[in-house]
Every structure is written in structure tokens, then in C-alpha cells.
């Protein structure tokens, strides 16, 4: 069974860093490309960032570019969002997402983990 | 951005209705189209890739349909289960992959 287990979101202060992680089992990590998607309180879904297989491909929303940088360590079959510079309109739920397909990236996310909450406030 | 609008934002219906969610896009996305269920305090599951390709282990009341600019989904018999949120997304322009702002599904 495919399992993404998130972490290390939490309080932080505006203009503070956070690095999240997910753990991935279940499946060839290595074989897949990656996403992450938030959700704030209350608000529908909003694509964050991906990174193809080997993280020769990286793509993020132009809401993050500049501040935060996805990874993987394929070794470990984790992924990793480093943010930072944050602001208040970060705070959301932060999903890691599978991709559907093995070996491209066609934006279609399945399964999601179950999410780690980040609040950015003072 | 390509701006994904579903209607209806709300809806209510009853168990064993059909029913039906539209999704627009504000240019065309081919069949650049995914649907996602989501319930409450759960994560979103896809349901529907590629506008019509249907998920394994999605029961087959699911089903999708459309390109170009206009989507549904469409649920043939409510089950008690499908009470839940449904979100669009469009995966034509890449990376800059958007929602739409989702259907609430509520019995009545």
C-alpha cells in the first residue's frame, strides 16, 4: 500500500524558513515524479511545486517561486519543500502527492498523503 | 493562469439522483482534465484523469466527459459516500497547474 507521511510544518514566524518532508512507502519512489499542494483553512487546492524523478525537472506556482525549493532523496524515498521568506497567505495545509504515472510528469496526483499544517503568523 | 470555474458552487441532491458538475476553463485545455473528490478532514482522492479515464477502484457511477473549455462529471446514483467536495484541475498548462474552486455536495 502506498503511504505519504508528511512533516515538520508547525508555527513560524512571517519572513522565517520551514523545511517539510515526506516520507514515501509502497512503492519505487525513484520511479515516480512528486508534487506538493496546500490547501488553506477553509479554501480549495492550490499546486505548489513538482519535481520529476531524477529532479531534472522542477516546476512551482509563481505564489512560491523564489522562496521556496522542492527535493528529493531518492536514497532515503523522501521529499522535501524548503521554505522560505514565509508570509501570512502560506498558512495552509501542505500536501505531498504522488504522481499517477510512472516516469513523467503529467500533473495527475495520486494518492495524497494526509497532510502537515503550516501557520505563518506573529 | 488558466482559470478553471466550476458550477454549481453548492448543491444539494438526494441518494440514488444524478447529478451533474460542470467545470469551465477560460481557454481551451484539450483534455487536459482531472477531477478530484475530497471529504471532510480527508485528502483529495482523484476520481478522473484525462477528462474521462476513470480512476481504478472508482465505482464506475463516476464518469467524466468533455474538451476543449467545457467539463462535467457526473454521478449516475448518489451513494451515501459521495457527499464530499469536488475539485477540477487543469493540467494543460504546465507548470502552472490550477483548480477550480470547487463543488460542495450536500444531501438534502
Known amino acids: 500500500e502506498v503511504q505519504l507521511v508528511e512533516s515538520g510544518g508547525g508555527l513560524v514566524q512571517p519572513g522565517r524558513s520551514l523545511r517539510l518532508s515526506c516520507a514515501a512507502s509502497g512503492f519505487t519512489f525513484d520511479d515516480y515524479a512528486m508534487h506538493w499542494v496546500r490547501q488553506a483553512p477553509g479554501k480549495g487546492l492550490e499546486w505548489v511545486s513538482g519535481i520529476s524523478w531524477n529532479s531534472g525537472s522542477i516546476g512551482y506556482a509563481d505564489s512560491v517561486k523564489g522562496r521556496f525549493t522542492i527535493s528529493r532523496d531518492n536514497a532515503k524515498n523522501s521529499l522535501y519543500l524548503q521554505m522560505n521568506s514565509l508570509r501570512a497567505e502560506d498558512t495552509a495545509l501542505y500536501y505531498c502527492?504522488?504522481?499517477?504515472?510512472?516516469?513523467?510528469?503529467?500533473?495527475?496526483?495520486?494518492?495524497w498523503g494526509q497532510g502537515t499544517l503550516v501557520t505563518v503568523s506573529s | 493562469d488558466i482559470q478553471m470555474t466550476q458550477s454549481p458552487s453548492s448543491l444539494s441532491a438526494s441518494v440514488g439522483d444524478r447529478v451533474t458538475i460542470t467545470c469551465r476553463a477560460s481557454q481551451s485545455i484539450s483534455s487536459y482534465l482531472n477531477w478530484y473528490q475530497q471529504k471532510p478532514g480527508k485528502a483529495p482522492k482523484l476520481l478522473i484523469y484525462a477528462a474521462s479515464s476513470l480512476q481504478s477502484g472508482v465505482p464506475s457511477r463516476f464518469s467524466g466527459s468533455g474538451s476543449g473549455t467545457d467539463f462535467t462529471l457526473t454521478i449516475s446514483s448518489l451513494q451515501p459516500e459521495d457527499f464530499a467536495t469536488y475539485y477540477c484541475q487543469q493540467s494543460y498548462s504546465t507548470p502552472s497547474i490550477t483548480f477550480g474552486q470547487g463543488t460542495r455536495l450536500e444531501i438534502k
Open positions: 502527492a504522488k504522481e499517477l504515472v510512472q516516469g513523467v510528469i503529467a500533473y495527475w496526483f495520486d494518492p
